[in-house]
């Protein structure tokens, strides 16, 4: 059973910087595809960010460009969500997410495996 640790998560003004971490219980992380998610109140859980297993390479929603970023540290089995001018609409509760692939999928659907989530909040 592989199991996620979200930190890192908390309150921040907009404008500010956050950075989320996600270890993993795993031989190695580098057999999985690593996600982030977030949903906030009311909405879908919607992708962040991921980085695929093997090499497979990242991938990001349009929303994140430029602003978000995501890496891993495969000597600790960790991947990391590094948030940068964030803004209000980026509150919600964030979810690592992983599964065994090469590719980044984009549904949740896709990932078998889920973290407890951790709280962002951005305030205005």
């Known amino acids: 059973q592989v199991q996620l640790i979200e930190s890192g998560g908390g309150l921040v003004q907009a404008g500010g910087s956050l950075r989320l971490s996600c270890a993993a219980s795993?031989?190695?992380?580098?057999?999985?595809?690593m996600g982030w998610f977030r949903q906030a109140p009311g909405k879908e859980r919607e992708f962040v960010a991921g980085i695929g297993g093997s090499g497979g390479g990242t991938s990001y929603a349009a929303f994140v460009k430029g602003r978000f970023t995501i890496s891993e540290d495969n000597a600790k089995n960790t991947v990391y969500l590094q948030m940068n001018r964030m803004n209000p609409d980026d509150t919600g509760v964030y979810y690592c997410a992983a599964v065994r692939a090469i590719g980044v999928p984009t549904s949740p659907d896709f990932y078998m495996y889920w973290g407890q989530g951790a709280q962002v909040t951005v305030s205005s």
């Open positions: 795993v031989r190695t992380i580098n057999d999985y595809t």
